[in-house]
């Protein structure tokens, strides 16, 4: 019985504690009762706490969309994280796309031009596809992991404790307010004395403002406790840009060495696909090293190219004889804008006037050419010959 009774009061006065904040902030909100406002340091710190939760989720969130586009992937992920179980391993796009190839070149023969290309992009393709599985776990460990605690852990702890300190907030303006009532009533009381009766309401008043001005005391002491409990955890938001700056800096590290990855892989595919084209055929693109063409971009055709309807940029078979079969060295005038891919190459401006010659062994889709004291490898189909 006496532990019901234990009970029954507790939730009485927490339901007068709750009613009480109630009271208060209605009237708070409603301009009829005074507000105790936070210091200015401590509010910076809460508005800048509530701006790294905000810019953190947002951060978060999109970082997610980046490394997994899929949204019903994203799905399965988080519902296996929360029932703490680890996902299926899932083939990824790159990886599917380079098995598509690889079959398809099988069917079509490996001893075939383009069978033997799609293999060679389908093996390069998923050695993309495994880059971009080490990005997506390296990623999630290092940058999405740290900011994910931040939110669930940290973040949370701060809002409970901003939350009991507008608790406490409410509790100490409420007991100012039920102080200042009893001042005043404590003061028409003592106006009318005349009385037996008004001297007992002035000594009841009286009473009533001692308890007003203990319960005061003892909500501001609580309210500057829980005031210095808040500040310090928002002090720790600092160390929390810290920490999220280093994982940030894992973040583009990661992303640095998928790229390079990814960049090399797609190099040294290119090379392997500039000995399977015939000579005369060459992709239409001003960034290979092996079968360079002008950018499609182009709209002047020089005499020593044709274009055809599929993109394919064919060679003028007389002017490139001419060109291989030269001996000593000749002028010729560059056709279009070539940026050399390494130092064993030249750069080309299109209509400027150069020295071109062969040399024994060079790959046939190349010649040596020579500007003033500079010399390297220029692309033969980017080059018209004078006479």
Same mark, same amino acid.
């Given at each position: ?73 994203? %799905? ?42 799609? %293999? ?7 050695? %993309? ?74 000594? %009841? ?19 500057? $406790? ?106 010729? $005038? ?36 020579? $500007? ?16």
């Amino acid at each position: 019985m006496n532990i019901m009774d234990f009970n029954v009061k507790k939730l009485a006065a927490d339901a007068g504690t709750f009613l009480s904040r109630a009271v208060q902030f209605t009237e708070e909100k409603l301009g009829q009762a005074e507000k105790t406002e936070l210091d200015a340091h401590l509010e910076n710190l809460l508005s800048k706490a509530e701006c790294t939760k905000i810019w953190t989720e947002k951060i978060m969130k999109q970082t997610e969309v980046l490394l997994q586009p899929n949204p019903n992937a994203r %799905i399965e992920e988080f519902v296996y994280e929360k029932l703490d179980r680890k996902a299926p391993s899932r083939i990824n796009n790159p990886e599917l796309l380079g098995q598509y190839m690889i079959d398809a070149g099988t069917e079509f023969g490996p001893g075939t031009a383009y069978g033997n290309a799609l %293999i060679k992009c389908g093996e390069t393709q998923k050695r %993309i596809g495994t880059a971009d599985r080490e990005l997506i776990q390296t990623s999630a460990l290092n940058f999405l992991t740290p900011l994910r605690n931040f939110i669930e852990g940290d973040y949370k702890t701060i809002s409970k404790e901003r939350k009991l300190l507008q608790n406490k907030r409410l509790d100490l303006d409420a007991a100012k307010t039920r102080l200042k009532k009893a001042k005043a009533a404590e003061t028409r009381a003592s106006q009318l004395n005349s009385a037996r009766l008004e001297g007992d309401n002035i000594m %009841i008043w009286a009473e009533e403002v001692t308890k007003s001005e203990q319960e005061l005391r003892i909500t501001q002491s609580e309210f500057d $406790r829980q005031a210095e409990i808040t500040r310090l955890l928002l002090e720790g938001i600092s160390s929390t840009h810290a920490h999220h700056l280093r994982c940030l800096n894992d973040f583009v590290e990661a992303q640095m060495t998928y790229y390079a990855q990814c960049y090399q892989y797609m190099l040294d595919l290119q090379k392997q696909l500039g000995r399977c084209f015939p000579s005369n055929y060459h992709c239409n693109n001003n960034q290979t090293s092996v079968a360079p063409m002008p950018s499609a971009s182009s709209n002047v055709i020089g005499s020593s190219a044709l274009t055809s309807t599929s993109g394919l940029v064919i060679a003028s078979p007389s002017n490139l004889v001419d060109l291989k079969e030269c001996s000593g060295s000749r002028k010729a $005038r560059v056709l279009y804008d070539y940026d050399a891919a390494n130092s064993s190459e030249l750069s080309l401006l299109a209509d400027e006037v150069i020295t071109v010659f062969s040399v024994v062994g060079m790959d046939s889709d190349w010649l040596m050419g020579e $500007r003033g004291n500079q010399k390297g490898r220029v692309p033969i189909t980017y080059l018209e010959l004078l006479n």
